[in-house]
């Protein structure tokens, strides 16, 4: 209908046969006077179109919407306001403003985790309604213990809410060690629930039910990993607050005892990181090891990753590592990949199951000794076997070269200990 109506508007184009200037620039005008009143009538009309469709929609969608109303837990209400205060003393008005700063970030803490507890109940009965193909587990991984970081909140608000005078301060994170286990065993798990969450969202169902969280009205438009970083951010904020708290505050007992508390939680928050790097490099090396097999890395070794990446490698002098061939700048390499540890460096081929295992106590690296690549180098083990690499550019060569020369120069440092230990040498004493 619109595209009809457009096609209806006359505009004037040719005026080969019109003498009177004056008249064409008139008719000229009053066409596209015509054409943009005509225009607008259509584009009215295609509005109102669309308005009609987007509330039917709007109505068939929201009637399919997500409902956490009956999984909502009760939580207690919003701090009430700070009352107006006459006082000079600037300290005191900014302690009671972070004071009040607690409270109020918890609260809104408090209803994020609400919701997340929600979602896990909504998530799970969709999962034993028989409506989904995902398992329990799923939702135990994404989740984790939220309810307990949610117990755990609601227990520290009530204690700041109770809190009236400034010598109550101090004890409000007295639970600093309940506090560790519950982020802890949150923290440590959350990039394990983030990489589920893309892998489930390959899943049509989980995807629909996905997209579905941020029209849910308490999810204020936020998508799940929204709710998923929460407590991560909250464990990191506790710290800079009691920090603001104790800077506030004048000198004296409760001051040393909440400084004291800060202490504590700063250490929550390191060991909570600590942990949460642990375990990720243990699924790192589980990677790594079912990537290279048992006769490279054994099970349950105990290994540092200093890294690795893709990587070529040159036939050595004797050509006794050349089994797959690509061309590299008119080189005969083969593609790889390398894992530099502490003590050990690896390559690996990506098209072949060949594999160099080169321990760094016996080994140097060094510039290529028959040619010149600015992207090339050598890794030489036990004084015979060269292993030349090559670098996608000059200062990927640079950094892998020197990473390789730090991890030889402590393992042999290590190896020079060992040795003076086991026969009883001592270098000070010689002359």
């Known amino acids: 209908f619109i595209l009809e109506e457009a096609e209806g508007v006359v505009v004037v184009s040719d005026f080969s046969d019109v003498d009177d200037g004056d008249d064409v620039d008139k008719e000229k005008k009053d066409g596209e006077r015509d054409s943009k009143e005509k225009t607008q009538a259509a584009t009215k009309k295609l509005k109102n179109m669309l308005k009609l469709l987007t509330k039917k929609e709007n109505e068939n969608f929201t009637s399919n919407l997500l409902d956490i109303t009956q999984y909502y837990p009760e939580i207690p209400h919003a701090p009430a306001p700070l009352p107006s205060s006459g006082s000079n003393n600037s300290k005191n008005t900014l302690c009671d403003l972070v004071i009040q700063e607690l409270k109020t970030s918890e609260w809104e803490y408090i209803r994020d985790m609400a919701v997340m507890t929600s979602l896990e109940k909504l998530f799970m009965n969709f999962i034993e309604t028989g409506k989904s193909t995902m398992k329990p587990s799923d939702a135990e991984i994404i989740f984790r213990n939220s309810k307990e970081i949610f117990d755990a909140s609601i227990d520290l608000y009530t204690r700041m809410v109770d809190m009236t005078k400034e010598s109550n301060l ?12 519950v982020y802890a065993a949150y923290c440590e798990r959350h990039l394990t629930a983030q990489n589920l969450v893309l892998e489930l ?4 169902e989980f995807n629909h039910f ?8 308490q999810c204020r438009g936020l998508p799940l990993e929204g709710f998923l970083i929460k407590p991560i951010q909250r464990v990191c904020k506790y710290p800079l607050l009691l920090k603001e708290l104790v800077r ?5 007992e409760q001051r040393d005892l909440l400084a004291n508390a800060l202490t504590e939680l700063e250490g929550t928050v390191v060991n909570v990181n600590e942990n949460q790097r642990r375990y990720e490099l243990k699924r790192q090396m589980s990677r790594i090891q079912k990537d290279l097999g048992d006769e490279i890395i054994a099970k349950d070794t105990d ?11 040159m036939p050595e002098p004797s050509g006794a590592i050349v089994d797959f061939v690509a061309t590299v700048r008119g080189k005969t390499t083969k593609e790889g990949h390398y894992y530099l540890f502490h003590d050990m460096l690896v390559i690996s081929s990506t098209s072949s199951k060949k594999k160099y295992k080169i321990p760094l106590e016996e080994a140097l690296v060094r510039e290529c000794s028959d040619f010149h690549d600015e992207c090339g180098f050598e890794v030489v083990h036990a004084g015979n076997k060269i292993y030349r690499l090559l670098a996608e550019t000059e200062d990927q060569k640079n950094t892998i070269k020197n990473d390789i020369g730090k991890c030889i120069e402590a393992c042999q440092a290590q190896q020079f200990r060992r040795w003076t230990t086991s026969h009883n ?6 002359t």
């Open 170 to 181: 101090s004890s409000i994170f007295s639970g600093s060690k309940q506090l560790h286990q």
């Open 425 to 430: 040498f001592n270098p000070s004493t010689t």
């Open 210 to 217: 996905y997209k579905q969280i941020i029209f849910i009205p």
């Open 248 to 252: 506030s505050m004048a000198d004296g």
């Open 303 to 313: 290994k540092t990753l200093v890294s690795e990446g893709l990587i070529m490698v």
């Open 201 to 204: 969202r390959k899943n049509s």
